[in-house]
């Protein structure tokens, strides 16, 4: 049984800075690629981030490079999203999402998900 609890969400104003934190209770969160996705009110889950077993290969979507970053730290099980510069359409629900795999950008081959942060950038 995998449970992800992301944490961190919240309210900011543009330009600003949050940080989430995804936990993972398993101990073989080291044999899972992590991701990062989110979900805009009326619109579909879209990827954000995604990265390695390791951490040493990452993936950003397009509309988040050079402003967030992803990491992760297999001692505590922890994966972490650095959000630098949010912008009001960064206003989403962000789930973390596992696959014991090579990272993916798709999320139809992630089978584990999180339940979801809030995160909300005013103008």
């Known amino acids: 049984q995998v449970l992800l609890v992301e944490s961190g969400g919240g309210l900011v104003q543009a330009g600003g800075s949050l940080r989430l934190s995804c936990a993972d209770s398993?101990?073989?969160?080291?044999?899972?690629?992590m991701a990062w996705f989110r979900q805009a009110p009326g619109k579909e889950r879209e990827f954000v981030s995604a990265?390695?077993?390791?951490?040493?290969?990452?993936d950003y979507a397009d509309s988040v490079k050079g402003r967030f970053t992803i990491s992760r730290d297999n001692a505590k099980n922890t994966l972490y999203l650095q959000m630098n510069s949010l912008k009001p359409e960064d206003t989403a629900v962000y789930y973390c999402?596992?696959?014991?795999?090579?990272?993916?950008?798709?999320?139809?081959?992630?089978?584990?998900w999180g339940q979801g942060t809030q995160v909300t950038v005013s103008s």
């Open positions: 999402a596992a696959r014991p795999s090579y990272r993916d950008v798709q999320r139809q081959n992630y089978p584990y």
């Open positions: 990265i390695s077993r390791s951490g040493g290969s990452i």
């Open positions: 398993r101990r073989t969160f080291s044999n899972y690629a």
